[in-house]
């Protein structure tokens, strides 16, 4: 990789479409451009309208560009779901090289060879995470390049997803006139900016509360190990409050952002509001007290879902506790729920970037990061991003628009002949 690249990722959620635009200097990320559009076309982190999807992408990404002034053409993709599924592999070769030294092109051989198993036919290979490296029986290497040795192993993850889903998202992309440069999954991603590694080490579980669905992840010895899809999200909360106050969906959204509060015992009646009813020109008024009634109730079951879920996976007490994030937990008493709940350490994760330090991006910014770090140890090429806009400044012309071009430039080229010849027999 070159000094410094820039990378962008693509986060599509049920709620909002993030673009991150993220230079990497000296192994350092610095966020430079962010941009953000509503989500159409999505329902529960699935796609339901593959144009209206598009249109969103596209948004988003024209304001990431505009505010950094560069051409976006290339976007590591973020992908999460319950059709994810991880499983165990493990590689060997001999090492290739005449002095035995170990090189790119040995892990690249030892990744494949541990991709060389069955899966389903409406499955597909997503990634190859290596756990750790073994180099003639000494075990627990992050990076064997450099080393001697004869024989190289890798015990990793395989993480395959529905092909029919994967390829709806990369359709999606390709229309928003993006290549790929990699996927990631997001419940890895978000948890390299999310926890610590004492919380990795020790287990931990990240739920992250989207707009549309929840994503609950399981990291135990510093590895991700289960991860498991609610499909309740801030939106579900919306839609309480929405038919409690009898009101439509984008001011119960307003009412939810700038007056809730998800712990009820610290709730304020004195904070009141107005919203219209629908069906009648008037106006009822209500108090932040009545509507944390709501919310509490409908994030305790969320909470409750992510509880069971977990227990489900295998696993019972987490010494690493409980980590938020996820655009749902800004909401003022998300925390205080959860601490009343669980019974354990919990925290909110925010990414600790300018720009970026809200919860909604977490899972944007470790796309990044963990697309770098990969990229790094199994020797992929991730090229630069964006172009620099010089004759670029230009609209984009369509394919058609080209080939319109290039026959009239034809023609006229054609003609120009024609009547030189006929001005010389003349």
Known sequence: MNNSDILVSLDIGTTKIKVIIGEVLNDSLNIIGVGSAKSNGMKKGA??????????IRNAVEQA????????DRVVVGINGNHIQLQPCHGVVAVQSEDREIGDEDINRVIDGAQVISIPPERE??????????VDGLDEITDPRGMIGVRLEMEGTIITCSKTVLHNILKCVERANLQIADICLQPLAAGTVALSKDE???????????????TVSVFEN?????????PLGGDNITKDLSIGMRTTSEEAEDVKRNYGHAFYNNAQEEETFEVSVIGSNSKQTYNQLQISDMIEARLEEIYAFAEREIRKLGYGELPGGFVLTGGTVTMPGVLELAQDMFHTSVRIAIPDYIGVREPQFTAGV???????RNAKIQGKELFPSVIVPDQDERPKRTKKQTQYNETKEKKKKDSSIA??????FD
């Open 419 to 424: 009547n030189l010849f006929k001005n010389f």
């Open 222 to 230: 510093d590895h991700l190990t289960a991860t498991s899809v609610i």
């Open 366 to 372: 470790g796309i990044l990061q963990f697309a770098y």
């Open 200 to 214: 990795m080490n020790m287990g931990v579980a990240l739920i992250n509360i989207g707009g549309g669905c929840s």
């Open 47 to 56: 796609i339901v309208d593959i144009d209206q999807t598009v249109q969103s």
């Open 125 to 134: 290979i997503i990634d190859v995470i290596p756990k750790q490296f073994i």
């Open 65 to 72: 560009e505009r505010m950094v002034g560069m051409q976006i």
